[in-house]
């Protein structure tokens, strides 16, 4: 199944004819967390949207798109001139309303221009434009496919990053233990040969108390736990990727658990290798934060 970003833009266009101008649809597309539709219609098509937005809605499910429609008319320097047929008929209509009603007035030039243009044009439009919006709609998902595929692989290689850091993590933790397990000893024996000194406490009271407190310490910063729950989250986010589909929101809660793991992985280094593997990760981790985030 293929994975689609939330960012993309097309366009479409009807063919012109001698009763109806060329009608051009136009769709961008950004990044959003629910599907947030945005219509831009002439006034002479408002009653299009429900369908529009009907189109819209069963294609898309998330991001913030605005679909934009415009007509040949919109170019033009000047209002298409009336025909006979069409004055002799307005004059005929105002003639028979006036006769019921006195009091109405008649009509501008504006307003007969206006009428001529909207009787003449208006009907025929509506399917034009229907036809370019659909294939606006479809040029939209073919363009957030191809963004989505480019995000995919982006991931991808992010993912294989973080696994040659966590590889590179992960043969450093035992040793790093050791030698700060024993710095912290010797330390520690330093202190208890001045504390000795100063009052009768039994040797092997004060070494198994030094050897305990050297157990809790190498716990403390111990990260092999954060290593294999990465790992585990790199798995989830490879499957998904490859599962395709809508992911956005669920590896975004992977991403933020990515974070939590390196975090912790940074706040527990006590050497600087694994200081310098947890900023690596970081970065690695938001550069994937960004791109997540427009994914549908």
Request: hydrophobic share 45%; glycine share 6%; with cysteine.
């Amino acid at each position: 199944m293929a994975v689609y970003s939330m960012t993309g833009y097309a366009g479409a266009s009807s063919e012109a004819s001698p009763t109806a101008p060329a009608v051009t649809v136009e769709a961008r597309s950004v990044n959003g967390r629910f599907l947030d539709l945005a219509l831009r219609l002439p006034d002479e098509m408002r009653g299009l949207e429900p369908t529009l937005r009907e189109l819209l809605t069963a294609t898309f499910k998330r991001g913030k798109i605005e679909l934009r429609v415009s007509t040949g008319r919109e170019s033009e320097g000047t209002l298409p001139a009336p025909t006979s047929e069409q004055l002799n008929r307005l004059s005929y209509q105002q003639s028979a309303i006036q006769g019921w009603m006195p009091q109405a007035r008649a009509l501008s030039v504006n307003e007969v221009l206006q009428w001529c243009r909207g009787g003449s044009a208006a009907q025929p439009l509506d399917e034009p434009t229907l036809m370019a919006a659909r294939l606006c709609v479809e040029g939209l998902r073919e363009a957030r496919g191809r963004e989505g595929a480019r995000l995919v692989a982006m991931l991808l290689d992010r993912v294989a990053r973080l696994r040659e850091l966590a590889a590179q993590a992960a043969p450093l933790v035992p040793a790093v233990v050791q030698r700060q397990q024993t710095r912290f000893l010797e330390r520690w024996n330093e202190a208890l040969a001045t504390v000795q000194a100063a009052a009768a406490v039994p040797a092997q009271s004060l070494h198994e108390r030094a050897m305990g407190e050297a157990a809790a310490y190498a716990i403390r910063i111990d990260v092999a736990e954060e290593l294999s729950r990465l790992g585990s989250h790199l798995d989830e986010i490879e499957r998904l990727l490859h599962a395709g589909g809508e992911l956005g929101k669920r590896l975004e809660f992977l991403i933020q658990e990515l974070q939590r793991e390196a975090n912790t992985l940074g706040s527990k280094s006590a050497a600087l290798e694994l200081t310098t593997v947890s900023v690596e990760m970081k970065v690695a981790i938001e550069q994937m934060r960004e791109q997540v985030q427009n994914l549908e």
